[in-house]
C-alpha cells in the first residue's frame, strides 16, 4: 500500500464533476483491476465490487458508483473501511475525482448474495480539482484525538482520514511500543443516532489503512490485533486493534 502514501495529501471528497470529462474504458479497467490487488483487512471475508453507471443508484452526483458488497462475518465493515480506502486512494492518483456516499443506494441488487455495503460515487477530474493544500480542511485536533508522546508528523497525517459526516470517530493512545486504537460512541454528528456505528465503524477501517500507510512510510513494522471485545470503556470508547510497534 506503500503506493499510495502521496495520495494522502491530494485525495478530497469530490462532488463537482466536468459533464465535457469522462472516464474512460482503459480507466475503468485499471480501477476493476486495482480492485483485484487491494489488501484485505480480514481475507476470510468473502468482498466483492460492481461499477454501473450513476443512474443505477440514487445518487446525485458522479458518473459512476464502485458497488461495494461484503459477507456479514465479524468485523466486516471495518474491512469494507479498509479496503475501499486504497481504493479512494488509488483513484485520486490516476485523476480520478471519488466521494464515498452512504446516502445513495442502488436500484436493484447486484449483490449476487452478498450484503450491499456502501457506495464510491466517481467521475474524471482535473489535477486541479484535488487538495492543494491538506492543512486547509476541517480536522479535530491531536491533543483532542490521541494520546502519548509519538512522531509527530504521524500524528499529523493520520488525522485526515475521510470519515461519514466528517465524525472522526477514533481516537488513539500512541507510545514507542504500542499503539491502541479505540472507536468513540460518542462523537457529534448529523448521523442519526442508530446509524452511528454503522457509519463509524467503516471509518475505522480507513483510519486502520491510513495509520498503516504512514507507519509503513516511516519504515515502522507492525504487529495488528484486531479486538472484539466490544466492550465501552468509562469514556464510551471501544477498542477496535492493537499494534505492536
Ligand atoms: C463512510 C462515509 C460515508 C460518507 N457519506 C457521504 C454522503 O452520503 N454524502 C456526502 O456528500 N459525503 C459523504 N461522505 C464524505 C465525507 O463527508 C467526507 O469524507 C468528510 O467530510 C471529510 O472530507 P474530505 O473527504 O474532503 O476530506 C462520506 C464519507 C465516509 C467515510
Known sequence: MNELYNMIYKRKSIR???????VSDEELELIKSQFEKVIPLIPEIKIKFEIVKKSETTAK???YALLFY????????????????????????????????????PKSDFGSGLDYVIMLVFGKSKETDFRTDFSNCKRKSEAELFSGDFDK???????????ACNSQPWRASFDDNKIKIYRNTKVKSFIPFVKLPYYNSLDMGIFLCYLEIIL???????????????EKDSLGWIEIAEYKL
Not at 463537482?16 to 469522462?22: A, E, G
Not at 465493515?77 to 445513495?104: H, K, P, T
Request: net charge negative; with cysteine; charged share 25%.
Open 153 to 163: 508528523e504521524i500524528l499529523n497525517l493520520v488525522r485526515y482520514a475521510p470519515s
Open 70 to 105: 461484503s459477507e456479514n462475518k465479524d468485523n466486516y465493515l471495518l474491512n469494507a473501511g479498509y479496503v475501499l480506502e486504497q481504493m479512494d486512494l488509488f483513484m485520486a492518483s490516476i485523476n480520478i475525482g471519488v466521494c464515498w456516499y452512504g446516502m445513495a443506494k
Open 216 to 230: 509503513n512510510k516511516h519504515e515502522y513494522k507492525l504487529e495488528r490485533t484486531i479486538i472484539n471485545k466490544n
Open 61 to 63: 452526483y458522479g458518473e
Open 16 to 22: 463537482k464533476f466536468d459533464s465535457s470529462l469522462s
